[in-house]
């Protein structure tokens, strides 16, 4: 079939990877000059399956409320988003139930230890180097009350799927030496052996790279202005430059796959959730970063991710709508989190190289992603994935092929259908 998947991001570049690999003819439409400009720029670059719980856990709405207006809140709503959020808002808190809350996260994991499985054999057969690290993240713990809780939480979810090793303050500076300065307030940690980091960015251009030597065309700097149908079936999609044909279209934009779906499917509740990160690069060149593997700080709400010699630091949540500025009070936030945790490197990675972003997670009202057909037949979407898009983008990419292909997944599509929300 001739499919076009619309942006090349994570989700799209995966995509359009596997779409062909499975023999169809392929063209990668993305709006901006280069891959991944979006949310996949400079995100917390991990694989986490051990991260799968959506953010509207039991309780959100009354963490909302006590951390409104705090700059250092780890989720922030902005009233000035609350009208353009409000349709959205309500399905997010009707998913906080305890009952649909866990019947969310056990559909996040279970596609994201599928989608995290197949990375070997993806890096294996397109020989891809973006720096993937494969011992596995750290989640850090400042009392005894947090790692607890932290720890039956874990041990609530299948083991099959997510492994974790309990570390006392020892095994954590054992496992991590460059948390040993502040072994006296570590309470404990949990390691997550599955789990894997690299440079999410140069992973999405040197996939976009594989699929264009196994046929696939990449089209940069080309946008649309609306899909082609004759109502029961896609046609293709209107670019700047004419119309271009196509049996199959796949939506994979991100927060602008709603704009784009309009008019030829049912609304998606798929809304922008602001995240911060900056990457600390010392100027003396050839040195590594002062992590081997990313650390998430459980009571400072955000990770470091070592990256060659930078240091990746990520985290916060803000609801603001579509809005990417930076507000330079969530970024001190981040650089503090540099000082709690690496306090004998803090002044070197902060008097280098200081490269601050923000990008919008499209983050679906449920906490899951919709991928699969919706509205006329041959097109399909592929986005609503927030905080787990790399996490996710590898398996979601085979599961819409399945899908396309007319094949029998391995994972349930139902748990991931769009129509979910009809």
């Known amino acids: 079939m001739r499919i076009i998947v619309v942006g090349a991001g994570l989700i799209g570049a995966t995509t359009a990877y ?6 169809h003819e392929v063209s990668l439409l993305e709006r901006h000059a280069a891959p991944a400009l979006g949310a996949s720029h400079a995100n917390g670059c991990m694989l986490t399956p051990s991260m799968a719980d959506p953010w509207n856990a039991p309780g959100v709405w009354r963490d909302l409320l006590r951390w409104a207006g705090r700059a250092d809140a780890p989720m922030l709503l902005r009233w000035r988003a609350i009208p353009g959020l409000a349709g959205w808002g309500l399905r997010f808190l009707a998913n906080s139930s305890s009952a649909r809350f866990h019947a969310n996260t056990a559909r996040n994991l279970r596609l994201a230890a599928y989608s995290v499985a197949g ?7 397109e020989q891809l180097d973006y720096g993937a690290g494969t011992l596995g993240t750290l989640k850090l713990y400042r009392n005894q009350r947090a790692f607890d809780a932290g720890l039956l939480k874990v041990k609530a979810l299948p083991a099959e799927l997510v492994e974790v090793r309990p570390l006392d303050a020892a095994g954590v500076v054992a496992l991590e030496p460059g948390l040993a300065d ?8 949990l390691h997550f052996p599955r789990d894997e980091w690299g440079d999410a960015r140069r992973f999405t251009e040197l996939l976009c790279a594989a699929a264009e030597r196994r046929g696939a065309r990449l ?3 080309t946008g649309i202005l609306g899909l ?15 119309i271009m044909a196509a049996d199959a279209v796949v939506v994979t934009a991100g927060v602008d796959a709603t704009h784009l779906l309009r008019g030829a499917a049912r609304r998606l509740p798929i809304a922008p959730v602001k995240g911060y990160s900056i990457t600390f690069t010392p100027h003396d060149g050839g040195m590594t970063a002062p992590l081997r593997l990313p650390v998430v700080d459980d009571g400072l709400h955000a990770a470091a991710t070592p990256l060659g010699a930078s240091l990746r630091v990520a985290g916060t949540a803000e609801f603001v709508g579509p809005d ?17 945790m690496l306090p004998r490197h803090a002044d070197h990675l902060l008097a280098g190289r200081v490269d601050p972003w923000a990008g919008l997670r499209p983050m679906c009202a449920d906490g899951v ?8 037949l041959g097109l ?18 085979r599961l819409l092929a399945d899908l396309v292909d007319g094949r029998e997944p391995e994972l349930d599509a139902a748990d991931y259908s769009p129509r979910r929300f009809s």
């Open 182 to 189: 502040i072994s006296d307030r570590i309470a404990g940690g």
């Open 228 to 242: 082609e149908s004759d109502g029961s079936r896609v046609q293709g999609v209107r670019t700047g430059g004419g």
């Open 380 to 397: 399909f979407v592929n986005a609503g994935h927030g905080h787990l898009g790399w996490t996710m983008a590898d398996g979601s990419a």
């Open 18 to 23: 596997h779409l062909v690999r499975r023999g």
């Open 324 to 340: 990417a500025t930076m507000a330079p009070e969530r970024l001190e936030n981040l650089k503090g989190l540099v000082r709690a």
């Open 219 to 221: 089209l940069l700097g």
């Open 369 to 376: 992603p919709c991928i699969g057909p919706v509205g006329p």
């Open 119 to 125: 990375m070997a054999a993806l890096r294996g057969a």
